[in-house]
């Protein structure tokens, strides 16, 4: 008797939505790490500033605690000011928690 093999692909999302205008950006993505959310973020962010005619002035995010530290400091790096989610709060999310 054969087999059959399953090959399962975990697939990841990151959503990016704008406070003032409640328009939702979703990326998705097959890694769940700092290189990839870094990646996303340059990509998002020079595609709405590049729209816009304005900079990104400050992010929101629950991204897991071994990822936050590092994208803070590529936030900082940018000039864009980091506004952390209360740990285990999804109400501080917003409409993000809605979205997903």
Known sequence: MKGQMHTWIRLYF???IDNFSC???IYFTTHKDTKMIHDIYIQWKADVENKANTSVSYL???CGSKHKREMAKILKAGGTMHIPSSSHSHKSNGLAECQN
Do not use: P, R
Request: charged residues 10%; negative net charge.
């Open 14 to 16: 990151i959503t990016l």
């Open 23 to 25: 328009y939702c950006w």
């Open 60 to 62: 929101q995010m629950d």
